[in-house]
């Protein structure tokens, strides 16, 4: 089959990590996204400086990035929500490649509590369908390291995405209102959620993942706003937590709108020195002081912890803590081995509240369902 390349130093792109190589390769892009034949468009070995740079289809063709070198941002104060995005694309396979966000400015500045920008999302897929993601390496973003948001169908395997422990608000992946997606066979350690799971999402599978530093993987937070979508059909399999502040979690905002979370299945984990292994959290209230007197609308059900093994960092190992106006229905925890990492006596405990389920197999720390 015929396919037409196109490499960004043909268009005048420079890789010498100073020079602005955007409008070259929103030309490049412009050529390979038009072309009649399949198209592939080449990101050569080099460092290469792009400010801010919106890749928009629809496109003529399932188009191919490949990323040899290194992208990088300009590491200074911007008020851009988003550095290099993806939008109205379908089919689009994206291979390799460095994103270097380069918050380290950013997060200073919230450090020091100055008026900071809300920072950017270093890769951003949007209003698309059927994106391929394999082989790239996402760091320090200042704010997520990627986000799926409007979109159906897509894959992501082989990531590496880094940002330090002390980085704020620095999710992994965060979805938000799409469908199909599957993250697998990855590592995310930043300073925030691994992977993080908004409103409006269904049907995504993760699986093989390594996470930490972090904050684990979280449904939510969700209930803060009237009119919120709701989270189905997600498994989240095979995944090893390190040193992360949570495992597996749901967590809400107490407060009366509301939404639902159902049909979840956390399962074959491996937790080393976590936090909060396990944790249903609906009153889930950061920086705030106003709504602690509250009780969460979202709607909790169906949620399956199987074979969670490993340390908990806190004697409370498993905590299902649930909306006294709309308790946690159908929570079922299987096969749960999970030991208090304060000495080999240690005993770890559960905590419930106006949680419902069943258990079966082997579960220790002794159910308070």
């Known amino acids: 089959m015929a396919m037409a390349d196109f490499n960004v130093l043909d268009f005048g792109a420079k890789a010498d990590s100073r020079s602005d190589s955007t409008a070259a390769l929103l030309a490049t892009w412009d050529r390979a996204c038009g072309s009649k034949i399949p198209a592939t468009m080449v990101v050569p070995k080099g ?35 988003e550095w290099i995005t993806f939008k109205y694309v379908q089919g689009l396979s994206i291979y390799g490649g460095t994103f270097d966000g380069r918050g380290q400015a950013l997060w200073a500045c919230k450090a020091s509590r100055r008026n900071c920008h809300a920072g950017f999302t270093a890769l951003t897929i949007s209003q698309s369908k059927d994106v391929v993601l394999s082989g790239m390496r996402l760091m320090n973003s200042e704010k997520f390291q990627m986000e799926i948001t409007y979109s159906q169908g897509g894959k992501m395997t082989g990531v590496t995405i880094i940002a330090p422990q002390h980085s704020p608000n620095t999710d992994g992946i965060h979805l938000h209102m799409s469908s199909g997606i599957a993250v697998m066979s990855s590592t995310i350690g930043t300073g925030d959620d691994c992977i993080s799971i908004g409103p409006g999402v269904s049907d995504v599978w993760i699986e093989d993942i390594n996470c930490g530093p972090g904050h684990g993987i979280s449904i939510g937070s969700l209930g803060d706003s009237p009119g919120e979508a709701g989270v ?85 190992a498993v905590k299902l803590d649930c909306s006294r106006s709309n308790p946690c229905r159908g929570i079922v925890l299987q096969d749960i081995r999970l030991r208090y990492s304060g000495g080999e006596q240690s005993v770890a405990q559960s905590f419930c509240e106006n949680a419902q389920g069943t258990t079966s197999g082997f579960v220790i720390p002794p159910s308070c369902l």
């Open 47 to 81: 460092t290469f400086f792009v400010s801010r740079a919106l890749f928009q289809g629809p496109c003529n063709n399932d188009l191919r990035l490949f990323v040899q070198g290194t992208l990088v941002a300009d590491g200074g104060d911007s008020s851009d929500s």
């Open 232 to 316: 189905q059909n997600v498994t989240a399999t095979s995944v090893v937590f390190t040193g992360t502040e949570n495992g597996f979690r749901v967590k809400t905002w107490p407060k009366p709108y509301a939404t639902y979370v159902k049909d979840i299945t956390f399962e074959h984990a491996t937790m080393v020195n976590v936090q909060n292994p396990i944790i249903l959290d609906q009153n889930y209230c950061a920086g705030s002081d106003h709504c602690s007197k509250q009780s969460s609308g979202v709607k909790i059900s169906g949620v399956l912890f199987n074979d969670v093994q490993g340390t908990s960092a806190t004697p409370v």
